[in-house]
Antibody, heavy 121, light 108 residues
Framework: EVQLLESGGGLVPPGGSLRLSCAAS????????MNWVRQGTGKGLEWVSV????????EYADSVKGRFTISRDNSKNTVYLEMISLRAEETAVYYC??????????????WGQGTTVTVSS | DIQMTQSPSTLSASVGDRVTITCRAS??????LAWYQQKPGEAPKLLIT???NLESGVPSRFSGSGSGTEFTLTISSLQPDDCASYYC??????????FGPGTKVDLK
C-alpha cells in the first residue's frame, strides 16, 4: 500500500525554524516527484514546493522562495521541508503529496495525512 | 502566474440533483486541469486528471470537461457521501501549480 507519513510539525515562534519530514512507502520512491502543499485553518490548498524524483528539479511558490528548502534522501525514502523565518500566516496543515510522474509537473495522486505547523508566540 | 477561480464558492443541493462546479484559468492551460475532493479532517483525494480522465475507483457519477480556460466538474446525481470541498488545480508546464479557492458542496 502506498503511504506517506509526515512528521515534524509543532509550535514555533514567529521568525523561527522547523524541519518537516515525509516518509514514503509502498512505491519506488526515487521514481516520483514529491510535493508539499499547505492549508490554513478553514482555507484552501496552497502548493508550496516540488522536487523531482532525481532531485534535479526544484520549484517553490513565490511566497516561500528564499525561506523554505525542499530536499529528498532517496536512500531513506524521505522528503524534507526546511522552513526558516516563519510567519504567523504560515500556520497550516502541511501535506506531503506524491507526484504521478518523475518530473516536476504532474498531478498529486497520493497525499499524507498532514502535519500541523503553528507559528505563534 | 496562472490564477484559478471557482464558482460557486458554496453549493447546497438535494440528493439526486445534478451539480456543476466551474473552474476558470487566467490563461490557457490546455487540458492540464485536475480536480480534488476533500472531506473535513481528511487529505485531498484526486478525482480527475487532464480535465476529463476519471481516476480509478472514482464513481462514474463524477465527470469533468473543458479545455483552455474554462472547465467543469459535474456530479450527475448527488449522494450524501459527495458532501465535501472540491478544488481544481492547474499543472501547466510553464507556471507554478495553483489551486482554485474551492467549492463546498453540502446537502440542502
Amino acid at each position: 500500500e502506498v503511504q506517506l507519513l509526515e512528521s515534524g510539525g509543532g509550535l514555533v515562534p514567529p521568525g523561527g525554524s522547523l524541519r518537516l519530514s515525509c516518509a514514503a512507502s509502498g512505491f519506488t520512491f526515487r521514481t516520483y516527484a514529491m510535493n508539499w502543499v499547505r492549508q490554513g485553518t478553514g482555507k484552501g490548498l496552497e502548493w508550496v514546493s516540488v522536487i523531482s524524483g532525481s532531485g534535479g528539479t526544484i520549484e517553490y511558490a513565490d511566497s516561500v522562495k528564499g525561506r523554505f528548502t525542499i530536499s529528498r534522501d532517496n536512500s531513506k525514502n524521505t522528503v524534507y521541508l526546511e522552513m526558516i523565518s516563519l510567519r504567523a500566516e504560515e500556520t497550516a496543515v502541511y501535506y506531503c503529496a506524491k507526484g504521478r510522474a518523475g518530473g516536476a509537473r504532474d498531478v498529486f495522486d497520493v497525499w499524507g495525512q498532514g502535519t500541523t505547523v503553528t507559528v505563534s508566540s | 502566474d496562472i490564477q484559478m477561480t471557482q464558482s460557486p464558492s458554496t453549493l447546497s443541493a438535494s440528493v439526486g440533483d445534478r451539480v456543476t462546479i466551474t473552474c476558470r484559468a487566467s490563461q490557457s492551460i490546455s487540458a492540464y486541469l485536475a480536480w480534488y475532493q476533500q472531506k473535513p479532517g481528511e487529505a485531498p483525494k484526486l478525482l480527475i486528471t487532464k480535465a476529463s480522465n476519471l481516476e480509478s475507483g472514482v464513481p462514474s457519477r463524477f465527470s469533468g470537461s473543458g479545455s483552455g480556460t474554462e472547465f467543469t466538474l459535474t456530479i450527475s446525481s448527488l449522494q450524501p457521501d459527495d458532501c465535501a470541498s472540491y478544488y481544481c488545480q492547474q499543472y501547466n508546464s510553464y507556471s507554478p501549480f495553483t489551486f482554485g479557492p474551492g467549492t463546498k458542496v453540502d446537502l440542502k
